[in-house]
């Protein structure tokens, strides 16, 4: 009976024991998990754009990407500042010197909607709403662990109530 009491005894302390190790091999486990995943995302490696440069980027009818941005037409897009109303208009107080009645061009962040799944929303440098892109699975997910990307493009009026647009969305270099 005593041999049976201290074999039990020895099992249980070595499952606490085990059970220790296993807890503490994970936290270290995911420690390095961590650490290597900042490591491969990284910072973005590209330099900002200037209104300059845009005004190169876009001839009125076609938006070319630089090296190390992706292409993506806007799903939503807003109207112009030239269209918007007055007060509207006077609210945001954005000086764009390379649009076009009809066409704004912007620079500003692509970030990930916390509302709606996949999509992908896209802001002038003055935190102003331009349009979302929808359907970026990949581009949402990479957002999700960053605070946000780059980007640049321009929205169209086509009609009073329509308008179009696209971007130009910085991406990371895959190791």
Known sequence: MYLCRMNL?????LLIVFT???VVAYAKHTQRAKKRRTEIIGEPKTKPINSD???TLYDG???LCRVG???????TAEKPLSHL???ERDDLTEK??????DTELFVGYAIADKNTKNRIIVC????RHIGAIDSQEELYTLLLTLPHLAAYGYVKAISENESVGEACIESLPTN
């Open 96 to 101: 764009q010197s390379t649009q076009t009645p």
């Open 69 to 75: 941005y992706l292409h993506y037409v806007l799903t």
């Open 124 to 127: 002038t440098h003055t935190h």
């Open 20 to 22: 220790a190790l296993v």
């Open 9 to 13: 005894l020895v099992i249980n302390i």
């Open 85 to 87: 109303k007055e007060t």
């Open 61 to 63: 009818n076609e938006l």
């Open 53 to 55: 440069e845009l005004a």
